[in-house]
Every structure is written in C-alpha cells, then in structure tokens.
C-alpha cells in the first residue's frame, strides 16, 4: 500500500433526516454558512452504486465553509444509502469524513480495497455551472460520464471509527473552485451567493480538531497509521486515553473511556463515530457559544466540551474556556 493513501482532511459530513432544520440552525444559531444546496437526483446525479452494483437512490445536500474545512449536511432521500443506514442505528450525527489522498482517485480506489476496505457507495454529480452571470448547462451524455465529479464511500467504519470519502473533480479543476462553480438548487439564507462569505452571527471561525470515540485506542490508531496518518501522542485524563495526530489543516483524535466521563456516554448511548468537532470560537468567544444554552457535557484544561447535537448531531469542543 502507498505509504500516504490519506494525507489530509477536506470534510466533516452530517447526516440528518430534516435537512432544512439543520441547515437553518447552523445558519441561524451558529452562524455557519451561506449554504449552497442540491436535491440530488437525475441527471445532476448518475451512476449510482451501493456495494458497487447500480442502485438508485437520491438526497439533498448543502456545504459550506468553516475556515478551511468544509461542513456537508446530506438528508437521504429516495433509495437505500450508507446516509440512511447510519440514521437508522446512530441517529443524526457526523457520518464520514471525505480525506485527500497522496494517489490519484483511480489508485486511491484499489488502495482502499486491496488494504480490506470495500467500495460501499459511489456516484457522479453534474450540476449547471455558474460562471460570473452566466449558467453553463450541465455536461451531456458521454462527457459526463468521463468529466462530472466522482465520489466513493469506504467500509472503513470499524476499523478508523469512521466512514471515509474520496472525490475527484474534473481534470484540473481544485476541490474548491468546482464547489464554487457549482450552481446551487437554493442558498441557505436564501439570496446568498457567495459560499465563503462569513455570516454577521458567526459563532465559529474554524474547525480545528475532529474527535472519535472508539472502543480499542491500539487498534485504530493502527489502523489509521496503515493509511499514512501520524505520528501520535498520547495522554490520559477526563475519563479516556486519548492519541492525537496531524490530519491537515486539523488535528485528528481517537479516545478510548476508561473510566465515567462524556466519551463512556458517548460510546454507549451511540456507539464508535466522530463525537466533537474541535472549534475555534469566533469574534463573541465561547461565551458566545454559552449564550446558545449548550448543555457542558465536560471542562478541562482544553477547554469545554459543549452538547451541539440537537443543533449540528455532535458535541462542539470549544478552545477558549467558557
């Protein structure tokens, strides 16, 4: 296997099943967006695949920029989908991470699958483009089959705590000028039309960490450290063992309970997953984020670990002690 199959972070997902709920929540409370958004169906969405068999299945989904990591909200629509299964057993929450890779997408591929990784869903969209004041239509028959953006899911899950995504845009095209010459469905707040605009309520200015609970701390940071991310630290304290390791631009961290705390509820109540997104606060600092009313499930010398699931499906690490 490449010795740096992942090398970077490109985005948090969220799955939820009332996409206009969140999307204005994140808005409206938080200060996240302006959203762009879809309802993914054909032909803006083809080639579609469940266990790598073609399945038709369909779903609305917004993005939008937290610093520099992108925060996807999907609500599944028509159709069995990953989305839908991790509803179904976890509830809303943050469903997968989509990674850079040192290999291009076609070899990432085979990557994933030869390290015992299956393909779980895939896809192509094409959406109208949007140049200045002009709107190309989306790319017809055969072109799309070659040039539309390409996506995989991997069955990652036990092994890393999470789903893992890679995609790949058309040829010489950066991941972020296509999301802006994607021509949204509708924006979030509506007449928005820049994505990376910051809202006046902005609450947070960056993603900073991203958080999983796992049930055996060796074994993923193993697992992860197989796909090229690392070195690791290590430290115990709040009620978990905890490893820390780069995953550009954020930290990435595994902790394992090893005694009551958060993290114990957190891998009962729902299993292993991403459970907090390490947040740097915005012009308000985390009193600002106290002012929402979050629930503090923990305090440390990190910083306060405030319960954000009812309005993003995740716990909000702040860094500046509320």
Same mark, same amino acid.
Not at 11 to 19: D, G, R, S, W
Not at 157 to 163: H, N, P, S
């Given at each position: 296997m490449t010795a740096k199959?992942?090398? *970077?972070l490109v985005?948090? +997902?969220?799955?939820? @099943?009332?996409?206009e709920r969140m999307v204005a929540a994140l808005a409206d409370r938080l200060g996240v967006g302006p959203w762009k958004c879809w309802h993914y169906r054909p032909p803006a969405l083809l080639d579609t695949r469940l266990g790598g068999a073609p399945a038709p299945w369909t779903?609305?989904? *917004?993005?939008?920029? #937290? *610093?520099? #990591? @992108?925060l996807e909200v999907i609500q599944p629509a028509a159709g069995q989908t990953i989305y839908r299964d991790y509803l179904e057993a976890q509830g809303e929450g943050a469903q997968h991470l989509l990674v850079e890779t040192g290999p291009g997408y076609f070899e990432a591929l085979q990557a994933f699958e030869d390290a015992g990784y299956p393909n779980l869903q895939s896809g192509r969209i094409n959406p109208p483009l949007q140049v200045g004041a002009l709107t190309l239509p989306p790319l017809p028959g055969a072109l799309a089959g070659r040039f539309a953006t390409q996506f995989a899911y991997f069955g990652t @899950?036990?092994?890393?705590?999470? #789903?893992l995504e890679i995609s790949k845009m058309p040829p010489g095209v950066p991941f972020r000028t296509g999301v802006r010459l994607g021509k949204p469905d509708f924006w979030v707040p509506t007449g928005s039309r820049d994505v990376e605009t910051s809202l006046p309520n902005r609450m947070i200015e960056a993603i900073t960490s991203v958080g999983l609970v796992v049930e055996d701390l060796d074994a993923a940071v193993g697992n992860w450290e197989s796909l090229g991310v690392g070195p690791w630290q290590r430290q115990t304290g709040g009620g978990a063992t905890r490893a820390q390791a780069p995953l550009a631009p954020v930290n990435l961290?595994?902790?394992q309970p090893d005694g009551p705390g958060a993290y114990r509820d957190m891998l009962e109540g729902r299993g292993a *997953?991403? +459970?907090f997104l390490g947040v740097q606060a915005g012009a308000r600092g985390a009193a600002g984020l106290r002012s929402l009313g979050l629930p503090v499930l923990e305090e440390s010398e990190r910083g306060a670990l405030l319960d954000a699931r009812e309005l993003a499906g995740t716990a909000l690490l702040v860094n500046e002690r509320v």
């Open positions: 199959l992942v090398t *970077g985005q948090v +997902c969220l799955v939820t @099943q009332n996409f779903m609305k989904l *917004g993005v939008a920029w #937290v *610093g520099a #990591v @992108q @899950q036990a092994a890393l705590g999470t #789903v961290e595994l902790a *997953g991403i +459970c």
